[in-house]
């Protein structure tokens, strides 16, 4: 693509590719090439090999606001994140080690045709209607947890209101799973799962606050900075907890941020919105079309946004590699719509359905900058 992009690496030195390392390392069959960064005689030295994803965590993040801190102080070159830089595209690869063309979830909201709407894969519901999305769980997931392929023990240990989710359930597969409510007992509860037995152990964890905070705040906000100091504390203190366990951790993010003020926020206008199949899809920096006249709506889009976004065939951008390699996902052209629109700078763009709250976030995510798409690597040892 054109403009200050920042394209995804699935090549050696992604997010996808710390995954493959982490399922070679933990007795599985990986599906992508390693990260370069790590060696498997590293990772397979440690008896309980911990992943910790903080969300929304970027590198830019790390370098600015903690450089003498715990994590900056175990950092190595950041990687990159996969695309769109989402957690819902994320988090996802990090549950099965597939591409995001693979797996087929494009951002927060993806339309389901199998499911005949526009809905959230996390927290399964409708967009604007907060009911359920009228499918199984097996019709909308089709990769299989990579949990379930592990010569390791796998234990995920992630907040108590998600654990049980149908998307976590689906993708935790046979993983123990244990639930926590605050930070500590994040700490606390990867500590236990380290120590419950001597058996070889994958432990996945997960933390999401940062990344609430960051939306509603701003990532550069006092809230988010006094957050991260707590996330430091508890990291320096879980090493702490885990001495004797031979532990090896890994920290990274499922993406980075950066912040939009209101006056930058636009909503499609109605002749635009009129031109839909269905209402936007993906991710407000990164939208998905699904246009009753493609070629149209592309022009009229590229008049109207000007130098404040790309816009593109979302066909292109999967030819191009943006959402990675191996067989695609069977309703992936379906679930990029026919055309995707890209801010650019700290643009983001909206539109509006029944049933939603008009309320918009000031950090964002889901783009091709560099604070967006470059996420930490941190490696220490207990």
């Known amino acids: 693509m054109h403009g200050p992009w920042f394209a995804p690496d699935y090549a050696g030195n992604g997010f996808l590719n710390l995954i493959a390392s982490l399922v070679e390392a933990a007795g599985g069959r990986p599906r992508h090439a390693p990260l370069g960064a790590l060696s498997q005689s590293e990772l397979r030295a440690a008896t309980n090999l911990v992943l910790l994803i903080v969300d929304g965590l970027g590198d830019e993040y790390v370098r600015a606001y903690g450089p003498a801190g ?59 209607e907060g009911r359920p999305i009228p499918a199984s769980s097996a019709r909308l997931f089709t990769e299989p ?65 940062f990344d609430k905070l960051a939306h509603e705040h701003g990532v550069a906000s006092d809230p988010v900075r006094r957050h991260y100091a707590e996330v430091e504390l508890a990291f320096a203190g879980l090493l702490g907890k885990l001495a004797g366990t031979d532990a090896l951790v890994v920290v990274t993010a499922d993406h980075g941020f950066m912040d939009s003020p209101a006056e ?9 919105a009129a031109m839909l199949r269905f209402p936007l899809c993906g991710e407000r920096r990164i939208a998905f079309a699904h246009a009753q006249s493609p070629r149209e709506f592309a022009a009229k889009a590229r008049d109207w946004l000007g130098d404040r976004a790309e816009v593109r065939a979302s066909r292109e951008l999967q030819d191009e590699g943006w959402f990675g390699s191996g067989r695609p996902h069977p309703r992936f052209a379906e679930r990029i719509g026919e055309v995707a629109v890209l801010m650019k700078d700290d643009w983001t763009l909206k539109d509006w359905v029944a049933g939603e709250s008009r309320h918009l976030h000031i950090g964002n995510h889901g783009g091709a900058t560099r604070a967006e798409m470059l996420i930490p690597l941190i490696v220490a040892t207990a």
């Open 70 to 128: 715990a994590l900056a102080g175990r950092r190595r070159d950041p990687i990159s994140a996969v695309f769109p830089s989402t957690t819902a595209t994320a988090i996802t690869t990090s549950y099965t080690g597939a591409a995001p063309v693979e797996h087929g979830l494009t951002g927060w909201f993806t339309y389901f045709g199998e499911a005949g709407c526009v809905g959230a894969p996390l927290p399964f519901r409708r967009r604007g």
């Open 264 to 272: 930058r926020s636009l909503t499609l206008p109605p002749d635009l």
């Open 145 to 209: 947890p990579l949990f379930d392929g592990l010569r390791s023990r796998p234990v995920v240990v992630t907040e108590r209101t998600i654990i049980d989710s149908i998307y976590n359930l689906h993708h935790c597969g046979r993983a123990e799973r244990r639930p926590y409510d605050r930070l500590d007992e994040l700490m606390d509860g990867i500590d236990a799962a380290a120590r419950s037995g001597p058996e070889r152990k994958f432990i996945y964890a997960y933390w999401p606050l």
